[in-house]
């Protein structure tokens, strides 16, 4: 597609059910990143793909965060158990490998949990 | 590990005018990548800048220019003719030569009057 594309657009969730966010990154992007952006807060890595490997899950806050990639294309973040800390927006960005720092980011998801 | 400080939470200014938003940094690392990015109100994260820690001309994209001062570790954005579509939030990152995760600031609000 010609940009990142993020799905849904916003989430209201209950506390304790689990929610899946999808990315569709650009096109031939073999990169692929899942940041979190709280109320009033920087971005915060969650996890990197390159293909379909997870190289570095290091930012994932617990592990009731977990995330796929298939065919090198789209990803899901799934939260399970959904805390009222887990509200924020998330943010995906893909990028072509041999220019890592060229990010695209996508409009991201808000996640708000009640 | 980076660490990226933005120590201005609000920044206004008036249609046509100048403004400068700031940022320090603290990395170890001898190569790096340093960023501005726009985030208007659709979330999306605009890269505005980019800045390669090893030239020492600072980058310009036409009314956007950074003041970079490496041994300051100091990373500033100049806004010339501001315009009312520059109202956004804006975000300082840094990514080493090495590694993929961008550190972000936790950003700067601007407003422009007009």
Redesign the interface.
Known sequence: GAGVSQSPSNKVTEKGKDVELRCDPISGHT?L?W?RQSL??????LI?FQGNSAP?KS?LPSDRFSAERTGGSVSTLTIQRTQQEDSA?Y?C?SSLVED????T????T?LTVV | AQTVTQSQPEMSVQEAETVTLSCTYDTSESDYYLFWYKQPPSRQMILVIRQEAYKQQNATENRFSVNFQKAAKSFSLKISDSQLGDAAMYFCACVSNSGYALNFGKGTSLLVTP
Do not use: M
């Open positions: 990169a990143y940041y009033g807060q920087g971005l915060e890595f990197y570095d930012g927006v943010l960005a890592s720092y060229g990010y980011f996508g409009s991201g808000r």
